[in-house]
Structures are given as structure tokens and as C-alpha cells.
């Protein structure tokens, strides 16, 4: 939990005021011991109960006046003798996570469970990735746009889409920004677009939300490479800038000194092909032309220990928009890349930019040329080699933090079976 005398430099004997909210609390004859919380961490206070005006309770809002002591038994080294306390706004004494705490319990009151010092932590190292990542794309020159969340054709396949009456009509929510984002391709060259997708997963796996925040970069004239390029190096920008800013948190989470190696050396590129011989030694029934699993991306992940390219995949298993492989057209220029906690963060490819190769994928995938009537009109009007990808936000936090689920990287998670709070 962050320390908030550290945080805000507190030093011995200042008068303070800080106002946050009764994180923990006790009392010892007429004496309160009161950790007092705000976003900046906690700090243990002392008072007198003749100082107090109002009722105090756990999660009451409250204004402390009083000096600053050093203490070495305190948390932080330091504690605060209150002058006065004053209660902003009382708490009910019926606070849920009084009685007990589970996982159900941090899902049903999750609007309450975002005070927790784990959830504060989580969101604080969520909002430097995504700074990180933001101030990135600014430097190499990239737009921000905003593509639609309403769409009238799929992306990544049928058996995740929701749909939604649309005015009496059909239409589906979002599954990646990515064809709306090749549309940006000719106007502004280098676009990225932070959004949410919709993925309409009906299994239960510690990775799967179904609403998840997607940052999807394309890329005018890149080529499969430099998109492997691109990938690595804004990752490993978000890494460095967790490890640099925010060991103020780190501490609420496992030992996370492997990111330092992560972020030194260089991460594998493995095709496919060279994958499914890997994957063989454990699981022999594996053959060409199969998905790489959970159980098969954990497997040669953990072999590496680090995160993993695994590229050329089979055609048939991958997206119709993904460019075939000229020198074996059963492949395609795509990777999946894999990291250590939670397997596959990222999804990207070369994007097929010639107009008869691409109508030939969408039948090969038996989709229907109508649906995609206005990007196909992309490829008519002067089209240029392109690539980009696709990063799932809450699975680079179950890695970068070795997360047990993806439920904590976000504040209010969506599965099959919860969209409540
Ligand atoms: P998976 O095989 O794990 O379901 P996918 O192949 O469907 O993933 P893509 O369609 O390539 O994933 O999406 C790009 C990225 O979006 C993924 O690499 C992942 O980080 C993220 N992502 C995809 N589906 C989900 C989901 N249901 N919940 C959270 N993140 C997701
Ligand atoms: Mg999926």
C-alpha cells in the first residue's frame, strides 16, 4: 500500500490538514488510532476523543489538522497527532467487507471495493501504462482517433458478436476498432485508438471479459516485422515506466523483478510451425494446423519465461484481413504475441491490401462480400502496404502484475454471468 508521508514528503513536526477517508480503525480508551486513506496512500493519525466532532467509522470521510511526528513503529515511519478531526460525511456502520471478504463479495460490492488498497493499487499502475503508452504514440507521431462502437459487420468472427436491435434493424457492438482504423490509414498514416471491445465469450477462463479495453494501432507501409517492432517497443516502454513510477505500489504485489529482464533483452520470434514441434513434447496430440490454447501458449511460455512472437499462422485458423504469406501461401503474415501469466496479449498482422487476394480470403472464410462493401472500397482508392495490432489492456496487466484473474484489472468487470454493479 502506497505511503502517503512518503508520497506528499511529510517531515517531522509539520502542521498538516488532509482530508480522506477512515480506512481502518480503533480505539484504546479515550484514545483513536485512525488510518486515514486518500488517493495519496495511508498515514496512521492519533487523537485525543475530546478532538473529535461527528461519529467515526470505517469509511467515514474526514478533515484532520494536527503535527507530524516521526515514529518508527508507525507504517511509513511517520504518524500524525490530530488537533482535530472533523467528520465530513458519516459511514453506516454496516460496511460490507466488516463481516468477511471473498471474491464474490469484492464482485457484488465492487463499488465499494475499489477503495481497497489492492484495487487502488492496480488502477494506479493501469493509469501509468496507459500514459505511458500515450505519451509514446504522441512522440512517434501518431493521431488519436475515435472509431464507432455500433457496427454492422463482424471482425473477429461470428461466434463472439453481440448484436443489438438497431432501430428495428441489426447492427453488433465493436469487437476491434481495426477496420474502421484502416480507414484513418490513407488520411493520417499512423493511428491508434483506444476502445472498448465486446466479445460475447460464453466460457469461463481467467482471461476472457467480455467488455475489455483494446489499443489498436495500424500503420501506413509497415510490414509484418516493423509491426513486431512496433509491438515490443511500446511494451516495453509501459514496463519501464511501471517499474520507474510506481514502485510506490509495486510492493502490494508478487515480486515483480522478472519485468526488468523482460524489458532488457530481446523477445523470441518463433514461427508457428517451429511452436507446434515445441508444443509436441507435452502435448503429442497436437498437429499442424490446430490453435495454440491456453495450455499450449503456458506451456512454451513458461519455457522462455519471458514474452514470445509466435508468427506465420495457418490461413484457415486467422482472420480474413491478414496478408497470406507469399512464399507459402498456407501461412499468413500475423503474429500472436504470448506472455508470460496469462498467454496472448497481443494480435497482430500485415493487412491484406490487394483487392482480389483480399475478396479471395473473405470467401475462403465464407463471409459475404456485401458486409464489407466500404472496406473493400479501401483497397479501390490508392492501397498501400500496411500492419497493426491489437493489445487487450487488462491481459498486459495480468502479466506485467502476475494477476490471478483478469477480473482485478478492471473496476468493474464484465463476464457472462455479471454485469452488475
Ligand atoms: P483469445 O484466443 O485469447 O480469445 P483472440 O484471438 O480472440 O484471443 P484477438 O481477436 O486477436 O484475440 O484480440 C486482440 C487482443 O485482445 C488479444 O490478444 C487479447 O489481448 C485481447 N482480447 C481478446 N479477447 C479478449 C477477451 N474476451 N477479454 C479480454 N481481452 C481480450
Ligand atoms: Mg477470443
Same mark, same amino acid.
Given at each position: 500500500m502506497a505511503d502517503l508521508a512518503t508520497k506528499i514528503k511529510l517531515k517531522d513536526g509539520h502542521e498538516v490538514s488532509l482530508k480522506g477517508w477512515i480506512h481502518r480503525l480503533r480505539k484504546l480508551g479515550d484514545k483513536y488510532f485512525v488510518v486515514l486513506r486518500n488517493s495519496n496512500g495511508l498515514i496512521q493519525v492519533v487523537a485525543n476523543g475530546k478532538t473529535v466532532t461527528g461519529k467515526l467509522d470505517v469509511e467515514a470521510s474526514i478533515s484532520v489538522t494536527g503535527t507530524v511526528k516521526k515514529d518508527e513503529r508507525a507504517p511509513g515511519g511517520f504518524e500524525l497527532h490530530a488537533e482535530k478531526i472533523e467528520v465530513i460525511g458519516e459511514s453506516a456502520p454496516d460496511w460490507p467487507f466488516h463481516r468477511y471478504k471473498s471474491v464474490d463479495m469484492e464482485m457484488d460490492y465492487r463499488h465499494?471495493?475499489?477503495? +481497497? +488498497? %489492492?484495487?487502488?493499487?492496480? /488502477? %494506479?499502475?493501469? +493509469?501509468?501504462?496507459?500514459?505511458?503508452?500515450? +505519451?509514446? /504514440?504522441? %512522440?512517434? !507521431? /501518431?493521431?488519436?482517433?475515435?472509431?464507432?462502437? /455500433?457496427?454492422?459487420?463482424?471482425?473477429? !468472427?461470428?461466434?463472439?458478436?453481440?448484436?443489438?436491435?438497431?432501430?428495428?434493424? %441489426?447492427?453488433?457492438l465493436s469487437q476491434s476498432a481495426q477496420l474502421y482504423l484502416e480507414a484513418f490509414v490513407p488520411s493520417l498514416e499512423k493511428v491508434w485508438a483506444l476502445t472498448p471491445s465486446f466479445r460475447a465469450e460464453k466460457s469461463r477462463t481467467r482471461r476472457h471479459l467480455t467488455e475489455y479495453w483494446h489499443l489498436e494501432p495500424e500503420v501506413a507501409w509497415n510490414n509484418h516485422e516493423d509491426n513486431m517492432d512496433l509491438q515490443e517497443k511500446l511494451l516495453k516502454v509501459a514496463m519501464k515506466a511501471v517499474m520507474e513510477e510506481r514502485q510506490d505500489v509495486l510492493g502490494d504485489f508478487e515480486d515483480r523483478s522478472e519485468v526488468e529482464s523482460w524489458i532488457k533483452d530481446k523477445w523470441p520470434r518463433i514461427r508457428y510451425d517451429d511452436a507446434i514441434d515445441e508444443v509436441k513434447a507435452e502435448f503429442p496430440k497436437i498437429k499442424w494446423g490446430d490453435d495454440l490454447g491456453t495450455e499450449e501458449e503456458r506451456y512454451l511460455v513458461n519455457k522462455y519465461g519471458i514474452p514470445v512472437f509466435i508468427t506465420h499462422y495457418p490461413r484457415s485458423i486467422k482472420s480474413f484481413y491478414m496478408k497470406v504469406d507469399e512464399e507459402n501461401p498456407k501461412v499468413v503474415l500475423n503474429n500472436d504475441l504470448i506472455s508470460p501469466h496469462v498467454g496472448e496479449i497481443v494480435g497482430g498482422s500485415e493487412r491484406e491490401w490487394k483487392q482480389e487476394l483480399l475478396l479471395e480470403n473473405i470467401s475462403m472464410h465464407k463471409l459475404n462480400p456485401k458486409d464489407y462493401a466500404w472496406y473493400l472500397d479501401l483497397r479501390r482508392y490508392g492501397s498501400i502496404p500496411h500492419s497493426g495490432f491489437g493489445l487487450g489492456t487488462e491481459r498486459f496487466l495480468v502479466s506485467i502484475l502476475k494477476l490471478e484473474h483478469i477480473r482485478d484489472a478492471l473496476a468493474f468487470p464484465r463476464f457472462m454471468n455479471r454485469v452488475y454493479p
Open positions: 465499494l471495493w475499489l477503495r +481497497s +488498497s %489492492k484495487m487502488q493499487s492496480v /488502477f %494506479k499502475v493501469r +493509469s501509468t501504462v496507459l500514459s505511458a503508452m500515450r +505519451s509514446f /504514440f504522441e %512522440k512517434e !507521431g /501518431f493521431f488519436e482517433v475515435s472509431p464507432p462502437i /455500433f457496427v454492422s459487420a463482424a471482425c473477429e !468472427g461470428g461466434s463472439t458478436l453481440f448484436d443489438l436491435d438497431y432501430f428495428g434493424g %441489426k447492427a453488433y
